[in-house]
Every structure is written in structure tokens, then in C-alpha cells.
């Protein structure tokens, strides 16, 4: 079998990698923290309660770069996850998730502006495109600070309350072209 080239990038500070069936633990406790959070009600889900399940789910993460661990370089402390799911020729998803302990110290914009540039010149993609809640303030942010331009505003639901009604809300599409990607590169800002 032929092993395929396994994607490592690092920053200053921290180190991105392939998930291993080791995380799952790290994993848990980190989706687990944001099921509490204000957000979640936003977004796809939820994620699986049941701890076990975990094991099976970083197994299969082990095997693609879809989903991508983030540690601290200098004592390898799990934060979070970047993900970048392919959509179509040409085009990326990108997701994040860190723990709210790493929150507001720059941690998610440096690892996803890391994976951006990764996809633009590794993948050679032509779009990243993304979604978030306009209320979901620090996720706007950050897709606005990374470059990405808002669209679409839209009415949508992902999960339902209590009683079965759809969780309605205001969702956001964004998007980064390559060749905004590289104009602003090439500035060198
Ligand atoms: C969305 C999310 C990743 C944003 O994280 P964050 O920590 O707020 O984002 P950043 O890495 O950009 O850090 C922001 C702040 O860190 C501060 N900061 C502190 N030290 C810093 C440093 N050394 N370098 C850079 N910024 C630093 C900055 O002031 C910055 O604030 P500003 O953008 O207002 O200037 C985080 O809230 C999260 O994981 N949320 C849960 C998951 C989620 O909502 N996902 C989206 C679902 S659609």
C-alpha cells in the first residue's frame, strides 16, 4: 500500500496535523464545551454524546485531512480544529472550532490562516467558501479578519428546540477567491 504524503504545517506558534485515534478524548471534551456555548444552536449537530463513539469517529478522522487537530507547539496542548472539507472541483469548505481557554490570543486566526494558504497553494483551489451565523460575532470576525467577503444573507435552520421547531436564524455566506488570496499575499500583509 502506498502511504500518502501526511500534511503537517506549522506556525509560530502552533503545529496542525492529521488527527489520531489518540484524540478522542481531546476531541470530546472540546465539541462537548461547545454544545454548551450560545453558537451551537447554529450550526449542524449536535455532535454524539456518548463518549465511545468518539474512538470510532477520530479513527475515520485518522485517515483523512478533512478535520485537522491544532496544538500549541511548545507543549502540544490540544486547542482546537481546523476543517476544510473539498465541495467541489476547485472549491474548499473551511470550519474551526478551538476551546473557549484559547479563545481571544489570535490562536484560530494563525491556524486558519495557515490552512487557507495551504489550500490556495497546495490544493490549488480557486474558492474557500464558508457560512456562519451573523449573530455568531467571532466567527464573523474572523472569516472578515482572514479575508473572506460576506454575500448572502439568508433565513435557514439546522437543529430544532425542544418542542421540534426549526431553530431559525439569520446565516451569512462568505467566500475567498484565490485571486483575492493572492492580491493580498503578494502585498505581503
Ligand atoms: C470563532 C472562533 C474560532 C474565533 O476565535 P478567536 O479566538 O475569537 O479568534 P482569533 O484567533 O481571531 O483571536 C481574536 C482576538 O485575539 C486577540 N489576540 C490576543 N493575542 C493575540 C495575538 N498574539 N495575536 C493575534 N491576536 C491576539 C486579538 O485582539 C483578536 O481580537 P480582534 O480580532 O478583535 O483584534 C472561536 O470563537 C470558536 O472556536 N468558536 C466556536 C466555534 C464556532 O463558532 N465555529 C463557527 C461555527 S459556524
Given at each position: 500500500m502506498i502511504t500518502s504524503f501526511l500534511m503537517f504545517l506549522e506556525t509560530n506558534r502552533l503545529k496542525i496535523r492529521r488527527f489520531t485515534p489518540d484524540d478522542w478524548l481531546l476531541l470530546y471534551v472540546l465539541v462537548m464545551k461547545w454544545e454548551e456555548?450560545?453558537?451551537?444552536?447554529?450550526?449542524?449537530?449536535?455532535?454524539?454524546?456518548?463518549?465511545?463513539?468518539y474512538k470510532d469517529i477520530t479513527n475515520d478522522l485518522?485517515?483523512?485531512?478533512i478535520l485537522l487537530a491544532v496544538t500549541l507547539?511548545?507543549?502540544?496542548v490540544f486547542i482546537g480544529f481546523v476543517a476544510k472539507p473539498?465541495?467541489?472541483?476547485?472549491e474548499y469548505g473551511l470550519g474551526f472550532n478551538f476551546h473557549p481557554d484559547f479563545h481571544r490570543q489570535g490562536y484560530a486566526f494563525e491556524a486558519c490562516s495557515a490552512v487557507v494558504a495551504y489550500i490556495f497553494?497546495?490544493?490549488?483551489?480557486?474558492k474557500i467558501t464558508d457560512g456562519t451565523a451573523l449573530l455568531n460575532k467571532p466567527a464573523y470576525n474572523l472569516l472578515k479578519k482572514l479575508g473572506f467577503k460576506s454575500g448572502n444573507h439568508k433565513q435557514i435552520s439546522f437543529r430544532k428546540d425542544k418542542n421540534g421547531d426549526p431553530i431559525e436564524f439569520t446565516g451569512v455566506d462568505f467566500s475567498l477567491t484565490s485571486e483575492d488570496y493572492f492580491k493580498h499575499a503578494s502585498k505581503g500583509s
Amino acid at each position: 500500500m502506498i502511504t500518502s504524503f501526511l500534511m503537517f504545517l506549522e506556525t509560530n506558534r502552533l503545529k496542525i496535523r492529521r488527527f489520531t485515534p489518540d484524540d478522542w478524548l481531546l476531541l470530546y471534551v472540546l465539541v462537548m464545551k461547545w454544545e454548551e456555548s450560545d453558537y451551537a444552536k447554529y450550526d449542524h449537530g449536535p455532535w454524539p454524546e456518548n463518549e465511545e463513539k468518539y474512538k470510532d469517529i477520530t479513527n475515520d478522522l485518522s485517515k483523512s485531512e478533512i478535520l485537522l487537530a491544532v496544538t500549541l507547539k511548545q507543549n502540544d496542548v490540544f486547542i482546537g480544529f481546523v476543517a476544510k472539507p473539498f465541495k467541489e472541483e476547485g472549491e474548499y469548505g473551511l470550519g474551526f472550532n478551538f476551546h473557549p481557554d484559547f479563545h481571544r490570543q489570535g490562536y484560530a486566526f494563525e491556524a486558519c490562516s495557515a490552512v487557507v494558504a495551504y489550500i490556495f497553494e497546495n490544493l490549488g483551489a480557486k474558492k474557500i467558501t464558508d457560512g456562519t451565523a451573523l449573530l455568531n460575532k467571532p466567527a464573523y470576525n474572523l472569516l472578515k479578519k482572514l479575508g473572506f467577503k460576506s454575500g448572502n444573507h439568508k433565513q435557514i435552520s439546522f437543529r430544532k428546540d425542544k418542542n421540534g421547531d426549526p431553530i431559525e436564524f439569520t446565516g451569512v455566506d462568505f467566500s475567498l477567491t484565490s485571486e483575492d488570496y493572492f492580491k493580498h499575499a503578494s502585498k505581503g500583509s
